[in-house]
């Protein structure tokens, strides 16, 4: 009885440390597993999302570009031209625009422009050593199998390179249009990319195979070259609502590029999620053959070693989660990969924190700059109410100078204004002028006479805001007010250059030397030169708006007083 009780027991007690450290093993493995599984799960899923947001940029710039040129006035007018009408002055001029474009984006390997008017190729980047039309023949055939983009006006291939280099590369296409004939296609913009350039930004990754397809499931790049062009397998993936699925083993994560219709599709098998965690279940299997107690010790520390730092990474996020930036992990997983996590969620805890700083301090300054443009608003209205008053109050007595200028500086401030906008008409430029002088006069008794020669067909040209002003009061303080009688004449005047408008303001003042002009007109080019900021801001602004072709240019006239050319765009 007791040998048949004590082997009961011992029967007992092993059954049970074998069922104890099977339940052990099972709910660590499983609970473990869970946990790797959907924390690899959501690594893949930021590791996609990131090569998605490298790739939307990279397409977004491309896109930027491209819309830019085929706005380019250059370009359009160099597409609509007859052949008659290229002189190599304008062909080297769309050359050093298409030069100055492929600069903007180092990927771009070539960049051409096909011109339908006499089926022409100008090509920037890349050579092409045989015939002509051989060429013009192969960029159209590769335009017309592309495929529309989202937008559905640009189109996008991926082919063996049109100039003929042995490698694959995405054409962007942007076809232009006529400036007189809305739907009238006059060529196209192809933009080159090389496909190793796209490869290059989700290779090294943590995935199985990873690869690049339009809208209608094509592969654009892959790894394995003679796969690009071919149908994706698995037409499902692409076009399934779930953007991540399990299927015989392996997830597919898919993330569609919404702009460019494109999808990223990721695989990864289970098998790779799993292999960290593999070792930890055959090591507990082994143990438990040896001796079942020593595996529900081991399992427990186990266990508890490997669920303890995940826990308190869960609890510290929550605190997080609670708005406590100041908390902390202790970093005392030593050589584990848990001390690059505590260390790591250090670092995210601070980035976080000082980021919502940041966005703080923004917010406030945001605050700042609201309540600053509503009393720039009132401000306006309280000075034209102001002015109306004193001008009503000279009107009743009897002043009419007073009246006169008071509706001058009414004008003049309404004209700065313009209701916020930077470009306004010469006309109302001049308006604007008109008033200033009459405010000047005023206050130097009479010493400014102003004379325009502005036909009425250049007075409806746009212009920046309070570009003139600056130069009338250059002409008023250096040269009328310190040449000798202190009255001088402004003249202002204006032609046509071909696609320019050349503004001229005069006077007979003191004038320059060669030399002090030639030192202005290089100041005006600097933007942190300390003297001439009036003047410098206005050339400044007019490059920038205008491009830099355009702006400021002093030089002596006739009257041995200065002039100063504006040139602008002659646009109404």
Known sequence: MKR???????????????????????????SYGTTYIKKERQMAETQEEIIKNALEQEMASLYQLGSMMRNDRTLQEYLEAEEDELDGAFINQVSISMINYKKLNPNIKYLTLVRYKDETIRSVGSG????????????CEDFD??????????????????????????????????????????????????????????????FDNIL?????????????????????????????????????????????????????????????????????????????????????????????????????LEKRMGAVAEGNMAIRMDVEYQETEFNEMAKSFNVMVKNVDHLMQKIKEE??????????????????????????????????????????????????????????????????????????????????????????????????????????????????????????????????SIRREGKCAVLSVSDNGAGMEEDEIEELNKSIQIPEAQNGYGVRNVNQRIKIYFGEEYGLLYKKNKDQGITVEVRIPYQQ
């Open 128 to 139: 092409w050593r045989g015939d002509q039309e051989v060429l013009y023949k192969k960029m």
């Open 4 to 30: 048949s009780f004590r082997r009961r027991l011992i029967q007992v007690v092993l059954l049970s440390v074998i069922g104890v450290s099977s339940i052990v093993i099972l709910f660590t493995t499983v």
């Open 363 to 492: 917010q406030i300054q945001m605050r700042k700059m609201e309540l600053s443009a509503l009393q720039d608003q009132i401000k306006p209205h309280f000075l034209y109410n102001t002015l109306e008053c004193i001008h009503m109050q000279a009107v009743l007595d009897g002043n009419r100078e007073i009246s006169r200028l008071v509706l001058a500086l009414a004008s003049y401030y309404r004209l700065c204004l313009s209701r916020g906008q930077d470009v306004v008409t010469l006309k109302q430029e001049l308006k604007h002028i008109e008033n200033y002088l009459i405010i000047q006069n005023v206050r130097y008794r009479d010493i400014i006479h102003f004379h325009q020669e502005v036909p009425k067909e250049y007075q409806e040209i746009r212009i920046l805001k309070m570009t003139l002003q600056p130069l009338i009061e250059n002409c008023i303080y250096h040269g009328i007010k310190v040449r000798e009688g202190n009255t001088g004449d402004i003249f202002i």
């Open 145 to 206: 199998e592309a495929a529309f983009t989202q937008e559905e006006t640009e189109k996008l291939s991926v082919s063996e390179d049109i100039f003929g280099e042995p490698e694959h590369t995405l054409n962007l296409f942007f076809p232009v249009y006529s400036t007189y004939s809305l739907y009238q296609e006059i060529g196209y913009i192809s933009l080159g990319i090389p496909e190793k350039v796209i490869r290059e930004y989700y290779e090294g990754n943590s």
């Open 212 to 312: 690049l397809t339009d809208s209608e499931g094509r592969i654009l790049s892959h790894k394995d070259s003679s796969r690009i062009g071919s149908p994706y397998e698995h037409d499902r993936i692409v076009s399934g609502k779930s953007r991540i699925q399990y299927r015989n083993g392996t997830y597919y994560l898919d993330s569609p590029i919404d702009f460019c219709g494109w999808h990223i599709i990721a695989e990864i098998s289970l098998l790779r999620i799993l292999k960290n965690s593999l070792g930890v279940l055959l090591l507990s299997a082994l143990v438990m053959c040896f001796s079942c107690a020593s595996l529900l010790v081991y399992c427990y520390r186990a266990a508890k070693k490997l669920i303890h730092p995940v826990e308190d």
